[in-house]
T-cell receptor, first 113, second 112 residues
């Protein structure tokens, strides 16, 4: 059981470049979300989804796009990377009922020069 | 979701119990207390959750005060591998509000 898989684990971008962080889960979870974590800080919610075709903004959505075409995948797109987006990104998923515990991926470390 | 307040850091001796406090004075009746931990830049890991009764699992115990305004996570026999950032959050379950964010948490250092 792979759980939540994020790719790539590391990425370096130049300002203005675009890229997509991939997140896939094999637990049939309805809820998926993206967080960013800056040094010494907690996790801040970027975007989330409660099912295929449904997405919504979190606390810090500016500069990021998401889509949810399947239950399994929830990619995060940076259309024009900025140095302020240098961070560690975590994807998480859960059922929308039951215990509600979140399962996290191992993170994607992004540096924007 | 209600706000939580945790001490920024604490030390614990290996083999001793670690008691991690969390204040959530504005918690509402349908909100649960959840604890997660994050070991050195890994993805956070679920530990335990509770509503009003004390809870115990293989990882930890959760003690919630009778007025539910605070709680304590207990790691009964801390090991060096328990060194991590511990997050206390409250959320309603089931919920239509999924805007769940984590504060800075408590950095726990277990010393030999």
């Amino acid at each position: 059981n792979a759980g939540v898989t994020q790719t790539p684990k590391f990425q370096v971008l130049k300002t203005g470049q675009s890229m997509t962080l991939q997140c896939a889960q094999d637990m049939n979870h309805e809820y998926m979300s993206w967080y960013r974590q800056d040094p010494g800080m907690g996790l801040r919610l970027i975007h989330y989804s409660v099912g295929a075709g449904i997405t919504d903004q979190g606390e810090v959505p500016n500069g990021y796009n998401v889509s949810r075409s399947t239950t399994e995948d929830f990619p995060l797109r940076l259309l024009s990377a900025a140095p302020s987006q240098t961070s560690v990104y975590f994807c998480a998923s859960s059922y929308t009922s039951g215990t509600g515990e979140l399962f996290f991926g191992e993170g994607s470390r992004l540096t924007v020069l | 979701d209600a706000k939580t307040t945790q001490p920024p850091s604490m030390d614990c001796a290996e083999g001793r119990a670690a008691n991690l406090p969390c204040n959530h004075s504005t918690i509402s009746g349908n909100e649960y207390v959840y604890w997660y931990r994050q070991i050195h830049s890994q993805g956070p890991q679920y530990i335990i959750h509770g509503l009003k009764n004390n809870e115990t699992n293989e990882m930890a115990s959760l003690i919630i005060t009778e007025d539910r305004k605070s709680s304590t996570l207990i790691l009964p026999h801390a090991t060096l591998r328990d060194t991590a950032v511990y997050y206390c959050i409250v959320r309603a379950r089931p919920t239509n509000d999924y805007k769940l964010s984590f504060g800075a948490g408590t950095t726990v250092t277990v010393r030999a």
